[in-house]
């Protein structure tokens, strides 16, 4: 008995149901979509994932997760049971036990919490699947396809399993609490005006500068640290370190305030003047009278009915709009930084050569002058190589080596390598040498002062000669480069002495070699553990590969993307889901409003014009916030690019485009859904109370 | 000439076993300018009747024309502008809209339709006024009496002057002075406006303001009196004479 008429009442409710089943559905189904990608054994194991702390965000994200979308679905099922008060309390006064009320309501909604959630992991496997393309497709080649496993749909369920039970006993010691007079005559939907609509007006127009400015100060405070020169100074930095935690939360309590406060701002625009009139009374003597009239914008074309429906709608749901607000801000935020750290660090792992290896020498052993010839082969077979060098860093010898503690290199050698990098080649004629020196680095002097100096210093003149290996060799000059001296290791960055190649004879090479230099660019990715066989005989072995990096980028972004995703489209989803349930639970108070109107004489297509225009006020408010936040970010985007790489990546300024737009997509489809059945609730029935039988 | 002529006006409720026929048959012509009063039983199908007027209901059967065009055959946005245009409907239950104020209440079919803001205050002030719900023009509709509702829902249909007023029991929360005060100002709309005025009511007294009673039972007209030459005394005696036969004094609430 209690089951039948509680899939009637689920039948009847169908339209809030609706909404309560696809938001379930659509939470399932991400929920069990991410957990199968960010909990599987193959991601979880990845050399990324293990090397950094991902493993612990994920963690934090996905512990978040269920506590919010649990919240939500508390108070999602705490608001069914709201509506439904008056026909609870009529099943009490009729004698029915509590106990079987509550469990009408139980049976009621988990019926449809099993249905929804059927759905959602049916479209969850989807989901994944769409996820998964989107990692294998879009990020590239770091992640092999993922498969379901069985641990983390479970999990899912799990998951699920307890905010249905919360949501469930929450709602029962709601209904248990609540007195069958409270439940009969339903209460007023609480106060009915701000009691200061233009404070809280001009607080909200005040929170909005304050916003902006927010977004200006930390700009400002990026734009300080991140210079053009490297970090700023130390306050710069404290300023950047205080200011990013005290502006994030800053922003997003201005952001819940101004919504709340937004609701004053229509009954300030509806509000005329009152005006006071003395009024004769028919007993005798005079009585003041208060007229309020709306103002002028309120008296033109069925504004005061917009105004006062949007001033109640919002007083209603300040709270809520505020909490929807910051939800989407932050999924804004979290998207638009997470695809924006992977175009950086992506861009920011490119190098003029793909593949370096170095060998140096250990003096204490023999060592295996072949090894890096056999290496060069191997890595042959492994890809088709677009540039290849071999060549070899030597040291100076005495008394050279005491006035410049500098490698040497060979002319040809280093020719290729700028070559290779795509810069201007040096000639060094027979006879003479030249220095290349790097980037100012910092040097201890024997007193332990620090200071900071390039390489070389220039203090020998042009022409002046030295001594190099037994030949006499005069200096033709030095230039600073900086990109590719790093690719001659042995004397690090500091810089080389370039000399002819006949000076570095085998027999130079048999004492002074400190280290040989394999550099390649590759067509196919050929990873550091190609080398690993090469990485003995005498050598202690350095091994760079680009294709590493843009692996480990990758895993580490596709976590970071797939997290992020997934709370930004679990806020998105929840946020639109309340908005939903609320505007479906105001269509049914406004059924009757609408009635009158057309009463009145309003057709049903101005109605409907009436109510889509208060439908996108009321759902596009708590949405504008979040999207316009996209434009402050771009620009931080930028900046912390511009950082990095020395320019601003395209891509900053079409993720912050397109990730506020796809919002928007899939919110204006969210909203068509829900105007569909606000319009059937409100409108449709009028129709209905009139059978044509004979039109 | 006729401003309103319904020609066997048939309304029947529900389908099957579970149909009501509210109104059986319907025919009646009334004048532009007249003061008309249906009485009758509670159930005999006043409600219908007005609301088939006002195209808030559709008819089954018969044709209702409205200055010689037939409502019925109108499509929803003809009939949404003649209720905005044409008549002024005061609802048995008040109808007002309960998010906005008194005040708001009584201006909203003028904003509707757009018309100059400093005009809708004009004449706002001018029929609260005469309707003595002027002070209560910040309140919302369930924060004052009945009564209160009843004129501010008089108030909201007259303001826009419409040729065609529709009342269905205008005086039905009121005292006996505010009845007479509304009547009076029905009666004013008549005279100098030549508004025709359509009431139901049971109060034989209210009725009495009409210059034709009709008499409604079983959804079929049954009787009708006419003023004409009639002593107010008179008019009234014959009333209460009819309706008694009728039932209505016995069965109305
Ligand atoms: N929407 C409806 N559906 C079904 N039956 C209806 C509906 N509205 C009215 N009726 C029936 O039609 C008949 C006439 O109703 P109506 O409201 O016209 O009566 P009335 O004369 O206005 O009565 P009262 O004086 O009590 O207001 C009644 O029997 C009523 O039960
Ligand atoms: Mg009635």
């Known amino acids: 008995m209690l089951f039948k008429l509680a899939l009637r009442n689920v039948k009847r409710t169908a339209s809030s149901y609706i909404i309560y089943f696809i938001t379930v559905a659509l939470t399932v189904a991400f929920m069990f979509a991410a957990n199968n990608v960010l909990l599987s054994d193959d991601l979880r194991t990845t050399d990324a994932v293990v090397r950094s702390d991902l493993g612990l965000i994920i963690n934090i994200v996905l512990a978040v997760v269920v506590i919010i979308v649990g919240i939500i679905i508390c108070s999602a099922t705490a608001y069914l049971l709201r509506l439904r008060r008056r026909e609870f309390g009529t099943y009490l006064l009729l004698g029915m036990k509590r106990g079987d009320v509550i469990k009408i309501f139980a049976v009621e909604h988990l019926t449809v919490g099993m249905v929804s959630l059927t759905a959602g992991l049916i479209l969850g496997v989807g989901v994944f699947y769409a996820f998964n393309g989107l990692i294998c497709a879009v990020i590239g080649s770091g992640i092999r396809p993922l498969s379901l496993m069985p641990v983390p749909s479970l999990q899912t369920l799990l998951e699920w399993a307890c905010i249905f039970a919360v949501a469930l006993l929450y709602s029962a010691v709601k209904l248990r609490a609540l007195k069958i007079s409270d439940l009969v005559t339903a209460r007023p939907s609480g106060k009915r005006t701000p009691h200061w609509p233009a404070v809280e007006a001009a607080l909200a127009a005040l929170l909005l500068a304050f916003i902006v400015g927010d977004f200006v100060y930390f700009i400002d405070a990026l734009g300080q640290v991140m210079t053009a020169d490297g970090w700023g100074t130390d306050e710069a930095y404290m300023r950047f370190l205080i200011s990013f935690p005290a502006c994030t939360a800053l922003l997003l309590a201005a952001v819940f305030l101004f919504y709340v406060c937004m609701r004053g701002v229509f009954v300030w625009r509806l509000r005329g003047k009152k005006e006071s009139t003395f009024v004769k009374q028919p007993s005798g003597g005079e009585r003041i009278v208060t007229c309020v009239r709306p103002s002028r914008a309120a008296l033109k074309g069925g504004n005061v009915f917009y105004y006062r429906q949007m001033s109640g709608a919002m007083n209603r749901n300040a709270v809520m709009m505020g909490a929807i607000a910051v939800l989407l801000i932050l999924s804004v935020m979290l998207s638009d930084y997470a695809f924006a750290q992977r175009y950086i660090t992506l861009a920011g792992a490119e190098r003029p050569f793909d593949i370096e290896v170095g060998w140096s020498v250990q003096r204490q052993t023999e060592y295996d002058y072949d090894l890096p010839d056999r290496a060069l082969k191997a890595a042959r077979s492994y890809s088709d190589t677009e540039f290849e060098l071999l060549f070899d860093v030597c040291l100076a010898d005495e008394p050279l080596r005491g006035e410049l503690d500098l490698a040497v290199v060979r002319e040809s050698d280093m020719n290729a390598m700028l070559a290779g990098a795509g810069e201007e080649e040096i000639e060094v004629a027979d006879g003479t040498f030249y220095i290349l020196y790097g980037y100012k680095g910092t040097v201890v002097n024997p007193d332990g002062t620090r200071e900071e100096q390039y390489g070389y210093d220039g203090h020998i003149a042009e022409g002046e000669t030295r001594v190099l290996y037994g030949n006499e060799l005069a200096f033709a000059g030095a230039e600073q480069d900086g990109t590719v001296l790093r690719y001659a290791r042995g004397s690090g960055d500091s810089g080389v002495i370039v000399v002819p190649d006949y000076i570095v004879t085998d027999a130079v090479t048999e004492t002074y070699l400190d280290e040989r230099v394999l550099l390649l660019n590759t067509a196919d990715p050929v990873y550091s553990s190609a080398f690993d066989e090469y990485a003995d005989g005498g050598y202690s072995v350095y091994v760079s590969s680009v294709y590493d990096e843009i692996d480990y980028i990758n895993v580490n972004s596709s976590v970071l993307i797939v997290s992020a995703l997934l709370a930004a489209l679990i806020f998105m989803c929840i946020s639109m889901a309340l908005l939903s349930i609320k505007a479906m639970s105001d269509a049914d108070a406004d059924k009757k409003r609408y009635m009158i109107l057309n009463m009145l004489g309003v057709s049903v297509k101005r109605q409907r014009l009436m109510l889509l225009r208060q439908l996108l006020s009321f759902s596009l408010l708590p949405v504008a916030l979040p999207l316009l936040s996209s434009v402050p970010m771009a620009i931080i985007g930028s900046i912390i690019c511009s950082f990095y790489l020395g320019y601003v990546h395209s891509a900053i300024i079409g993720i912050s485009i397109a990730v506020p737009l796809v919002y928007l997509g899939i919110y204006l489809c969210y909203l068509a859904a829900t105007y569909f059945l606000a319009e059937k609730t409100c409108i449709r029935p009028l129709e209905r109370t009139r059978p044509r039988l004979l039109i | ?200 009511t049971h109060d034989p007294v209210v009725a009495s303001y009409a210059s034709r009673v009709l008499f409604l039972r079983d959804g079929r007209l049954f009787n009708e009196i006419i003023k004409g030459e009639k002593t107010d005394s008179g008019f009234f005696r014959e009333i209460t004479d009819v309706s008694a036969s009728a039932g209505g004094q016995d069965d109305a609430v």
Request: glycine share 10%; with cysteine.
């Open chain 2, 1 to 200: 000439m006729n401003i309103l002529k319904l020609e066997n006006v048939v309304k029947i409720y529900g389908r099957g076993g579970n149909a009501t026929k509210a109104l059986d048959g319907v025919s009646l012509d009334v004048a532009e300018g007249e003061f008309v009063t249906i009485m009758g039983a509670s159930g005999s199908g006043k409600t219908t009747l007005l609301n088939l007027i006002a195209s808030i209901d559709s008819v089954t059967g018969g044709t209702i024309c409205v200055d010689g065009r037939d409502i019925t055959r109108m499509s929803e946005k003809e009939l949404a502008d003649y209720r905005g245009q044409k008549i002024g409907f005061v609802f048995q239950d008040y109808n007002l809209i309960d998010t906005l104020t008194v005040y708001e209440n009584v201006v909203l079919p003028l904003t509707l339709k757009n018309v100059k803001p400093e005009e809708i205050v004009a004449r706002a002030d001018d029929i609260m006024k005469k309707f003595g719900i002027g002070e209560l023009s910040g309140k919302f509709p369930d924060e004052i009496s009945g009564g209160e509702r009843q004129r501010a829902a008089c108030a909201r249909a007259l303001i826009s002057s419409p040729a065609l007023i529709m009342a269905d029991e205008p005086t039905g929360a009121l005292d006996s002075r505010n009845s007479r005060n509304l009547m009076e100002l029905l009666r004013m709309m008549n005279k100098s406006f030549g508004a025709t005025i359509l009431t139901v």
